[in-house]
């Protein structure tokens, strides 16, 4: 074992295991855990398309048809969609800018744990029938304490502050990755595209979840406390809601469909084997993305009764969100025709069923952006299927590929090819089958959120046929779990680069060692590992006798000083562990927050506290005179 | 039953659907278009497998700014396009007729209005218009949100409590059609359906005529026992019947609900056997609604429901 092996690795056994800061441990966890939430929230879909596949069904009743979508759509929004996204940046983002962890590595720790605390809740009380039941995006009053008692809604709005604690800890993370660990010479014009991607989801996620969590604060005070936030009789207001939930929800799904663009830049590219057409184009789109994804808000509020010149406003900036998103389809159609041929493995068949579905998705996304058109097409099944169409085509299926693409990475493995193939046309089919009739049910007039129907209303058959494709889709997905399984057990041994990739992650060995790089190498390209004679240089003089890393200037790179990383430490999941008490402890008694902030508060300082250890491990990166010389050379090497 | 968005029955809705033609219309032909670059990009055979490093030409650079500056033509115009069309909805004619439409958890009480109170008048889940003459209506809640859509003739609007805000109908085909609630509102969103019925302004003139007259007067023995039953029960705790004592507020007013074409806002169709059985048990037709089940004896059931199957 190398010095480095030894300095980094976990200590053996459970307790090891339970105290890592490896950020890549730490994301596979997260990576399985959200995939978990995925199959049971695809569950919990397959029980309400079977309801529907008849007229007058009597499977579930409406109490847990409401129960069912509501949780469907809670889970695939906060503890799928958005938190498998980070878990994907958290384990890649490191590789890729060429540094050996996060920036805030017991921070990782705590923000994963909470999650898994946060899910857990919520499928278990899902389990005790106090599941969530006033839909996804709970609008009061109907959430509000008159409409909903019990403790259904007010698991919800915990459910939403725990998944927001986690977010923003790993936006945090990405962010300050991102901006001072990138390896020497990776100016900011040479980042790949999708730790872009996942700055811009970032910055998104710190300015879009205060919002929501103050409007679930207001929920539970006016259910725990009697507040009269939302209360019209007591001069509260119910539209209030409305704009303080959509000020978050629709960044919301820029925040899940931006890093997933992200990963299209990274695979398409590999696999024209051609530098990504567009490169600042594609990097302008996704701030401008973020920037007017934060305007349109109210275009879920068209049928509120606001005024026209407003409805107007926000129409266009809804509407123009396709020119960005526009330009990158075109960037990467240009890189697919003046690279070379494709060969067609199941990442890049998962890039193209991107592009069949989302833009279907994206044209009627411009439908429901237009006032006019909405106010026909809202809350129908219309909206169903685009918000399928989009999230799906626009995130799954970019997210699959992705799955498909750094699997060897991560495992060291390759996927099967054969049951890739079976993943992906059974996804592609069932999710057309499934949600291409809902776009005529929404027109036909069947509303979103109905338990049942009447035989009268002439909607049978395209429901029972939705529900046979949405059966496909669930095969499919059994299909993934198998090829995981199978292949984990004997698949086939990858190399450190199968795809023959530019990127840096694929500059170490499949998978990487817990250091991620023995030596960080110097960047002098956008696709580094495409360049002749990759590395020119690697870093020297970086100490390795305790976990260090390079810290290096936001815009160009350059090294500024060598940071120490906290030890392992199973304190982080002490201190979940305290916050998970606290937060439910809130759904019953106001004192929870009051009482259960004390063992918060010991975890933190037991978290926080200067141990001997700590001591000596400074001591040690310390540079003291006589070595200083020495030093300034190992720097001066990785100008040259 | 009519509720669909794609056959029109006046002029609001057919707005929506040829701008919905338009919109997708445009949508389909780009989508062809884009579809057919990405695959003629995954068709080409050139050779080789070498990493391309080399910059991109002038041409493709040429080719997206192209493709983009069209793209935002288009959505100029189809943002315009919109523009003009919302103005068109939110247009509120002067001489329309009044209708107050409140929902409540999970049916629709429908008042049409007159500056005298005593020829205004009161029904649930049914909306008569007359054909040709445009009508507002004035939307509250009692309780959560609702969201009114009768997709065949105009888009939605919600009703929001503490909040009035207006719709403009108008449907220039005479008809029947059918609308519901939009906006999920608890338990019993499903069955919370309008019958709407577009007559001539004559029939309508003669329909209102007849809803503004109390309810008529039982004309046989059981219907005359139905009544007693229906003032001596709980009936009348919630429900009102112009011309008899019963006049609470809390559920449907039942004066004219025999003239309706379903009951508990479309849950049923209008006849004396569901009638009875919805008295005897609605929860078994509609799980968690207001209504309790009324323990009759099944021929005092027979006999309100014969009543109220005459109010004709």
């Known amino acids: 074992m190398s010095q480095l092996d030894c300095t980094w690795a976990d200590s053996p056994g459970l307790v090891g295991a339970l105290a890592t800061v490896d950020h890549k441990r730490i994301a596979i966890r997260y990576i399985v855990t959200t995939l978990v939430f995925f199959a049971l929230a695809g569950l919990l879909a397959l029980v309400m398309r079977t309801q529907l596949a008849r007229a007058d069904n009597d499977l579930v009743g409406p109490d847990l048809y409401n129960q069912l979508f509501s949780m ?22 490191p590789l890729m800018v060429g540094t050996r962890n996060v920036a805030f590595p017991r921070l990782n720790a705590y923000g994963y744990w909470l999650f898994l605390f946060g899910g857990l809740m919520s499928f278990t009380v899902f389990a005790l029938n106090i599941g969530p039941e006033a839909g996804w995006f709970s609008y009061v009053p109907l959430a509000g304490p008159q409409y909903s008692p019990g403790k259904r809604t007010d698991f919800w709005a915990q459910l939403i502050t725990f998944t927001e604690v986690a977010a923003l800890i790993g936006a945090v993370q990405i962010i300050v990755t991102v901006f ?6 990776m100016t900011l014009s040479r980042l790949p595209m999708f730790a872009w991607a996942m700055l811009v989801t970032a910055f998104m996620i710190v300015f879009a979840m205060p919002s929501v969590m103050l409007a679930s ?10 507040t009269q936030f939302f209360n019209p009789a007591e001069g509260g207001d119910v539209l209030l809601w409305q704009h303080m939930f959509w000020f978050f929800g629709h960044p919301e799904v820029y925040i899940i469909f931006v890093p997933a663009l992200g990963m299209i830049s990274e695979i398409l590219p590999a696999f024209a084997r051609r530098r990504v057409v567009g490169y600042l184009g594609l990097v302008i789109a996704l701030v401008s993305i973020a920037f007017l994804s934060f305007g349109l808000w109210v275009h879920h509020m068209f049928t509120t009764g606001l005024p026209p010149l407003g409805m107007s406003f926000f129409t266009v900036a809804s509407i123009m969100i396709a020119l960005p998103t526009g330009l990158q389809i075109f960037c990467w159609i240009a890189t697919l025709t003046t690279g070379q041929p494709v060969r067609f493995a199941t990442p890049i068949l998962f890039v193209i069923g991107f592009f069949f579905i989302f833009v279907i998705g994206g044209m009627t996304g411009v439908m429901l952006g237009a006032s006019t058109l909405d106010q026909q097409l809202h809350d129908s099944y219309f909206v169903v299927a685009h918000l399928h169409y989009v999230l799906i085509g626009g995130a799954v299926f970019p997210l699959f590929a992705g799955f498909h693409y750094w ?45 049942t129907y009447s035989a009268a209303s002439g909607w049978e058959g395209l429901n029972l046929l939705a529900t046979l494709g949405a059966f496909m889709v669930g095969a499919s997905v059994l299909v993934f779990i198998c090829n995981v399984v199978l292949t984990l057990l004997r698949g086939t041994r990858a190399g450190d680069n199968p795809w023959g990739a530019p990127g840096l992650e694929w500059a170490t060995a499949s998978p990487p060692p817990a250091y991620n790089f023995s030596d960080i190498p110097v960047v002098q390209s956008r696709s580094p590992l495409w360049e002749e004679n990759f590395p020119v240089a690697t870093v020297a003089g970086l100490p390795e006798s ?26 982080p999941l002490l201190a979940a562990l305290a916050t998970t008490v606290l937060f439910i402890g809130t759904v019953f008694s106001p004192w929870a927050l009051i009482w259960g902030s004390v063992p918060v508060g010991i975890t933190l300082i037991g978290w926080f506290w200067p141990t001997a250890d700590e001591a000596r491990r400074h001591r040690e990166i310390e540079i003291r005179p006589r070595e200083a010389e020495q030093r300034e050379v190992a720097f001066g090497e990785l100008s040259a | 039953m009519n509720h669909t968005a794609l056959a029109p029955g006046g002029p609001f809705a057919e707005r929506i659907v040829d701008l919905f033609w338009l919109f997708g219309v445009v949508a389909g032909v780009v989508y062809l278009i884009v579809i057919g670059f990405l695959v003629y990009g995954l068709r080409r055979r050139p050779a080789g497998t070498e990493p391309v ?71 649930a889940n049914q909306l008569t218009l007359p054909t040709g003459r445009p009508v507002v ?18 888009g939605k609007k919600d009703l929001l409590p503490g909040y009035t805000t207006t719709l403009a109908l108008l449907a220039t085909r005479a008809g029947d059609y059918t609308g519901e609630c939009a906006e999920f509102c608890g338990f019993q969103h499903a069955h919370m359906s309008l019958d709407v019925a577009a007559v001539p302004p004559d029939e309508f003139a003669r329909w209102l005529d007849v809803q503004r007259a109390a309810a008529a007067e039982p004309e046989t023995d059981l219907q005359r026992r139905g009544r007693e039953v229906f003032l001596t029960s709980s009936c009348r705790a919630c429900h009102a019947v112009q011309g008899t004592i019963a006049a609470a507020r809390l559920g449907p007013d039942l004066t004219h609900v025999g003239s309706r074409p379903r009951i508990a806002a479309g849950t049923l169709p209008n006849n004396s056997t569901n009638m009875a059985a919805w008295i005897a048990n609605p929860q078994a037709f509609k799980p968690g609604a207001r209504m309790p089940a009324s323990p009759l004896a099944s021929d005092d059931l027979g006999a309100l429901s014969a009543y109220l199957g005459s109010l004709q």
């Open chain 1, 72 to 93: 469907h759509g809670s889970a695939m929004m906060f503890l799928f969609a958005v938190p498998v996204m980070e878990a994907v940046a958290l384990y890649l983002v």
């Open chain 1, 180 to 185: 001072k660990m990138r390896a020497p010479g």
């Open chain 1, 217 to 226: 604060t207001f929920l539970i005070t006016d259910r725990l406390v009697s």
């Open chain 1, 407 to 451: 699997f060897p990475k991560i495992t060291g493995r390759q996927l099967s090819e054969r049951l890739g193939r079976w993943n992906f046309w059974l996804f592609f089919i069932g999710f057309n089958v499934a949600f291409f009739p809902m776009h005529i049910l929404g027109l036909e007039g069947m509303p979103r959120r109905v338990y």
């Open chain 1, 546 to 571: 305790v976990p260090t890393v390079l810290v290096t200037r936001l815009h160009d790179a350059q090294p500024d000083h060598v940071a120490l990383l906290p030890a392992a430490s199973l304190w």
């Open chain 2, 53 to 123: 490093m080399a910059p991109v030409s002038a041409t493709t650079l040429r080719a997206i700014g192209v493709a983009l500056g069209v793209t935002g033509i288009v959505l100029v115009g189809l943002a315009f396009s919109d523009f003009l069309g919302n103005r068109a909805l939110a247009h509120v004619p002067p001489d329309a007729l009044r209708i107050r439409v409140t929902a409540h958890q999970w049916w629709w009480e429908i008042e049409y209005q007159d500056p005298l109170v005593t020829r205004r008048v009161m029904t």
């Open chain 2, 137 to 154: 209506l004035e939307l509250g809640s009692r309780d959560v949100i609702h969201s009114f859509w009768v997709p065949s003739l105009q």
